[in-house]
Every structure is written in C-alpha cells, then in structure tokens.
C-alpha cells in the first residue's frame, strides 16, 4: 500500500527519540491547567510552545487563536502535490489538575521515566498523544524523500478540552474554511491494551436534561395530606422508573428511531477483544453488569442507546426522617445517542413523553443543556481503514476496532466540517486519564510515531 | 343523660370565666418551647405551674414526672363513689416555638385578646385545652352538687409533644398503674370548624423506613459505562415508583392485610361534612387532589393507608448537568396505617418487598424509625357516644364525626393502657398551631369548659 521503507522509519526514530523525548518532558513541565485560573499564563505559554515546536518541525503555518477562554494552536504543512487530500489532526494542549497532594509519587509537573514510562501530568491525555505527530511527519518525509507531506497536513491543538470545550464549537464554525479536511484524526483517545492495538470507530452522542417538579407551595405534612395529593418526588421517581422497560430498553416514543444497529460483521469484531468481565467490572467500580436484553456489555456502552439517571431529589435526604410531602422535585437524565439519531429530535422525543407523565397539580419544566452529536466511522471506509493498516504495520499485528462510549468534542468537527472523524490513540486504560501518576508508556508513544509516519502516505492513496 | 342543668354550668362558667382567662393568660406567658435547650427552665416552670393550679382546681394528687428530658404533669381526682369510671385525659403543656420575626403581629408570649380570640403561642395547641379542664371540673361539680368529679379523673400532660414525644412511651410504660383507666381523652385536637362541631375518632398509625442503596464504589462516568450496570439513583426511583399502581393503590403484598374498610355509616357521615376541595388544596397548598381510586379526599387522607415518598436523593443534584452514575442513592418513605394494621407486620413486608426489588450488584440497607400505632373508636362505643353527646348538648347542635390523618402518642396510650381513646378539642383549624399568630376562640374555649362541664356525668354512666 505504502511504499515507506519501515526501517527507514525504525532508524529515523531510534536518532531522533532522546532529542524528541526532551521535548515533550519540556512541554510537560508547562502546568497548562485550564481549569485553573492562576494556570492561564501557563495554558497561554503552553500554546506558544507548541507553536514554536511546531515551526521548528517545519509546518510553514503555525497560529495561536484566541478564544474567550484559553487559546488553540493551529498549524498547517500543505502538500506539494496539489490534488493531495486534506487531514485535519485534533488534540488538546491542556491538562487535569494535579498536585502531589492527590496522591502523585513524584511531581506531576517534572516528568520521570521509571520503568520506560514517562509520569507526568499530560503525558498520555494528551500532550503525548498530540507530540507523536511531530516526530511522526518528519520519520514520514525521512522515509519517502518527501519535503513535504504526503497528505495536506492540518493540526488543531485546542486549550480548553478539559474545561469542557465551552469555545470549541465556535472557534470551528468561525476558521472552518481553514480547518476544511477530507478527514478528522482525533488523537486523544486510546487503545483496548497494550497486547492489543485497536482503532476506535466512533464516540456516543449526549443529550442532557433537568426536569423540575413543582407540587405543594411549600413541603406539606404527610399524615394531614398524604394520600390525597400528587408528590413531586413520587412524580419524579416515576418519570425515572418510567424510562426503562424490563429488558432495559428505553421506552421513551421515537427514541430509537433512526438507530443504526450493529452489523453482524462489528458484533463479532467485538466479539474477538479479549473482554473480562471481572476486570472491567474492576474499572467500573461496579459489582454487577445490568443493560439492554440481547446485547453483550461492550455492546451496550459502545453501540447501544441508553439513558441514565445522573441526579435525583426531593424532599428531606437528611439523617432520619421528616414526614413530609416535599414541594419540588428534579430529575437530571442523560441520554446516549449511537449513530442515526439526532439530538433535536430526542430532546422533542423527551420532552413530550416527560409532559405526558406529569399529573395534574404538579408543574414541571424541562430544561435541555448543549447536546452532542454522535459520530461513527464506517468499518470499510477508506481512511479508517488506512488508520489500521498504518497502525497494524507499527504494531506489527492486526488491529482490532473499538467504540467509546462517552462523547466529546470531536463530533463538532464532524459536523460542523463534514467530513469523517478517525481515531488514533497508542494509550491504554491503565495509563491513569484525569488521576495520579498519570503515565504513558515510551514504547507505545513511538509506536504512535510510526502509525504516522506511515499514515499520511497511505492516506494520501487511500483518500485519492 | 345527664341530670346537671345546663343554665348552672351557664351561670358557673360566665361568672368564673375572666379569673379563667386570666389564669390561662399567664400560663400562655410562659415560653415553655421544648425544643429549644435555652427554654428548659421554662418548661419546667410550665410543669410546676400549671401542677400548683390543678392543686388550687381541687385535685388531691397533683406530681411532677421526671423524664430525661421535659417533664410531665399528673393529677388525680378520684371520685367518692368507688364504683366509678376512670378516665385519663392527656394534653401537653409543651409548645412549639415562636418569635416575632416569623411574622407574630405581637408577642408570641404576651396573650392579647382581639375580636374574640387570645393570640399567644400555645393558645390552642395545647395549653388551652388542657386549662378547659380546670374550670370545666369546676362547674361538673357546681352543677351537680357533688365534692368529687361523677369520674375517676386523671390527668396527663407530658411536656415534650412538640418534640416528638420522645420519652413518652417509656413514661406511660413506668406509670402504667397509676394511668390505668377506662377511657383516654385526648384534648389536643379540634374540630371541623365553628360552625360544624366534630368529634375525631382516631388517627392513622405510621411506619417510617430509610432504604440506602449503593452501586459503584465512586460516581463513575455515564458514558463509559452507562446502560451497562445498575444505577443505585434508578433503582431508587423505581422503588419509589413501583409504591403504588394505577389506581394509586400500595403494591406492597400484604400491605392491606386486616384493613378495617369503611362502613357505609361511616362513609355517610363523612359525606355530610361541608367539604370544599378549593379550599381543603388551599389549606394542603396543593393543586390538583390525586389518590387511591374509589374513595373520597376525606375518606382518603383519614380512613385509607398510604405510602408516600418523604425524600429521595442520588447522584448531582446542583446547577446545570454531572454524566455520572451516582456511587449511591437514598429513599425516605412514611406508610400511614389505619385500624387493623400492625406496624410490624407491614415493616416485614416493606422489608421484603424492597429486598425482593434490589437488583444484583446494588447492596441495600433498610433501616425504620420508631412506628407508631393506629387508633379508631367505633362509632356506637358508648365514650364516643358520651363525648359526641356532652358536645353537642355545649354546641346546642348534632356533632359530626372526622378522623385525624396523622399519628400521635395517643396511640401509645390505647396500646399501654388497652383503653379506647377519644377525641375532644375545640380548636379549628384556623387557629394556626405551629404557625404565627397561633390563637384560640374564647366562645369556643368556653363550649369546651362546658362540654367537659356535662361530660364526666355522662361518661359516669355511659361507661357504667
């Protein structure tokens, strides 16, 4: 497919990895904490470092865009071969908070290689993950001749992903004839293991809302009235209880409408990840799997709607109780949209099924917060599949397929771009995202140049 | 029934009345709030006070009952002829608290006398009708010409009702000998309104429990996880939701197990009552009435059990939206029993019916609070008959019958003592217990002087 000569690649690696590890500790040391206002000179540096390391890499566009939060980095190495197609790279240059205080064995901020793991905060989520690509476009050019990518190379580093991306879709909508691309690499995401490379395929969508229940003008005693009138609360727990049939599924009119279920060809991709249920069980803190009828659990989270309650209250929660009919109420559900459905339309699906249920003498009022849309890649689509086989050539074996069940930013791009959004992450689930000693490991970091370096030659023919 | 003229209990109680009210006016002075610490020394005071005035009323036995926390007041009248009745009249001297920043138009704890009606905390619930008995005695033993009341007389009046009795029990278990009576009159209640006299015959029991459901160790994300394990927050409202069924009937098994239903007598003279929905929503501050199908509000609220849902919390309850399944969840629910249900027995099957619901992976913990007992007079008992008539005869007018929604420690008493209980009170309720400018009627404080004026004959032989 690719004609890169992979030990061309291998050396190219091997005399630029201290210099390209010294780099990113550098980086590292730079505590761009966006949720942190006394870290905003730190997220500003951040960005000015990233931009300059990427000048020095050779990107002849490099900016720093400012938003009305912290700023993004955005850099542009076009190809000499003008019919050569447009890839955008999405990452963040923003971190987690951290101090040793939380539980750090050394300084989240002075990265240590112990064990051939850099610890540091960033080094997997996601300043490792976004630096790969520097070291990765000049192996890539080393190993064709090239002085150019093969590919139109569009980087966009964003500074407030750990802050919820209030700015992101913004900063999208007002540069997107610069960020137009004929594909989306997010690389902030990560991988099944260690033993087992794997391409993410896509990412839920999210639709959030608050129900408030209003009865009795004020809490009302249950011996002199209960009984006889209708109880927020009970109202609420109903609305919750309501949500799911006995199989699990959500009962919510038209929720599923539109849904794209599994084919039968990803069902058995699933099917071949090494899944312990105990371990993930392990991961998720919990002591049971409970889900949708007829679908395995990595089903659930990754191709399955679902609908969560993520807060309910009323009346007295304190120690012991308080006989009281309660006066208000709220419920806080969240939805988990798959591929083929439209937020705009569950929020409608939503609203009405919530209105329906609510008795008279209980006011209530919904309220929606900004939803995500979900975005999935098709399994034969031609760059996902240029992704895997760059991926499996660096790894040296088959890559398996993934989906993530949260949602996130990446989506945006889809939509507000058009184009399809691929997934390339080298981290694996114990490299500690958003906790102490976070970590990633230097083999697989390298491993992430070599995707790469072979990526943009195979996508340039692949997309051609 | 009885043979003491009326027009000497007229004459007796409009010549003793100003001492009456002025006697009444300086027990009302005192601010005998239990629940407030810094009041202690004044509901000891109340105690003594109001002990030294049943004294100066004629009771030969007059004690201050110790508690460890507020005490009580006992007196003893017995009465010469052996062969006599005993009754037990129970009140509180105990009331709730009060200040003028609430919203007192004068001092809550210095009695004025506007357009009839005493304004003073306490002034209905309950010192003045416990002080009715005090000149109420008085004008029995005036009209009939007897030294010593038709009746056993005792007296029972704790002084921590308003903070929810808590040594009650034990006191009335200690002191079970020298509380034994025939009947227990229970002076802390009211009636329907000033125009239509009632006699209460019972209140509801009540059950309360706290359920404690725990799921995931931490809140854990809802997209990498959601639809996938238990949520404790759901399971909470689907307890909660699976209470009642369409027909907003308990689905607790057993729950209704030795229900005593309604007669039709009984459902007819609630149905005489002048029941106005608008203004019983305005008095339940509520909107729309909503309950078990087939009964009345009435018929509901004082006559039927009910499940209701205190409080329930889980998960984020703050501003704006958390994608968390929260780690755990709470419920908080009261069941008001009515005659024939045993506490106990409806703990087992709240018990089991929860456990029964609790999927795997969420651990719950069930834990009740002290339940209390229903208590029902039937309609033809012959003390309820005697209170009904003595009533109507001060009235000049048939009485109605009600019930009493909540639970008292009267219950107690029937339990302790295997007494029936009744119900006097001439309180409305317009009178403001536990609200600001609480007050009391003096004509109506005054029918009830006269109603006990007629009632120890009665009972004398009614109970004979």
Chains 1, 2 share one sequence.
């Not at 997220?43 to 939060?69: C, I, M, N, Q, Y």
């Not at 064995?105 to 996601?126: C, S």
């Not at 809302?209 to 109880?231: K, M, T």
């Not at 709220?330 to 609510?358: C, D, I, M």
Request: charged fraction near 25%.
């Amino acid at each position: 497919m690719s004609d890169t000569p992979d030990s061309v690649v291998h050396t190219y690696i091997q005399t630029h990895r201290e210099t390209f590890l010294d780099d990113l500790a550098e980086w590292l040391r730079i505590p761009s904490v966006s949720a942190q206002p006394d870290h905003d000179a730190d997220v500003r540096r951040s960005a000015h470092w990233l931009a300059a390391k990427l000048r020095e890499t050779g990107f002849p566009v490099t900016e720093v865009w400012d938003t009305p939060g912290a700023p993004a980095v955005f850099a542009e190495w076009p190809s000499a071969d003008p019919d050569a197609p447009t890839v955008l790279v999405y990452g963040h240059h923003d971190v987690q908070p951290a101090a040793r205080a939380d539980g750090w064995l050394t300084d989240p901020f002075e990265p240590v290689v112990r064990d051939g793991r850099i610890y540091a905060r960033g080094a997997a989520d996601d300043k490792g993950q976004v630096f790969f690509h520097t070291l990765g476009v000049r192996a890539h050019l080393a190993a064709t001749g090239r002085t150019t990518p093969a590919v139109h190379l569009k980087l966009l580093v964003e500074g407030e992903e750990e802050s919820g991306s209030p700015h992101f879709r913004a900063l999208t909508e007002r540069h997107a004839h610069r960020l137009a691309a004929d594909a989306v690499i997010v690389s902030d995401t990560g991988m099944w293991s260690e033993d087992t490379p794997t391409v993410c395929t896509g990412m839920r969508g999210l639709v959030e809302c608050e129900i408030d229940l209003r009865g009795p003008d004020q809490d009302i005693h249950s011996g002199s009235f209960g009984g006889a009138v209708p109880n927020p609360a009970t109202v609420a727990a109903r609305l919750a209880a309501a949500l799911h049939d006995e199989d699990e599924r959500v009962t919510v009119p038209g929720f599923y409408d539109g849904v794209a279920d599994l084919s039968a060809a990803e069902r058995a991709l699933i099917a071949e990840l090494p899944f312990d249920e105990s371990e993930w069980l392990r991961t998720a803190k919990s002591h049971a799997t409970l889900g949708e009828a007829g679908y395995s659990t990595l089903e659930r989270v990754w191709a399955r709607p679902t609908a969560e309650v993520n807060g309910i209250g009323g009346g007295y929660q304190g120690p012991g109780g308080k006989t009281v009919i309660p006066s208000s109420a709220v419920l806080k559900l969240s939805f988990r949209l798959v591929a083929g459905q439209r937020p705009e339309s569950v929020e409608r699906s939503v609203r009405e099924w919530a209105g329906a249920r609510v008795p008279a003498g209980i006011r209530h009022k919904i309220t929606f917060a900004g939803a995500t849309r979900p975005c999935l890649t098709p399994l034969d689509h031609p760059a996902l599949q240029s992704v895997a086989r760059s991926m499996g050539r660096a790894f040296g074996r088959p890559v398996g397929f993934t989906r993530e069940g949260g949602s996130g930013p990446a989506a945006d791009l889809q939509d507000v771009l058009g184009a399809p959004v691929l997934f390339l992450g080298i981290s694996v689930p114990s490299d500690g995202w958003h906790a102490p000693n976070e970590k990633v490991d230097v083999d697989l970091l390298l491993k992430g140049v070599e995707t790469t370096a072979y990526l943009w030659g195979d996508l340039a023919t692949a997309l051609r």
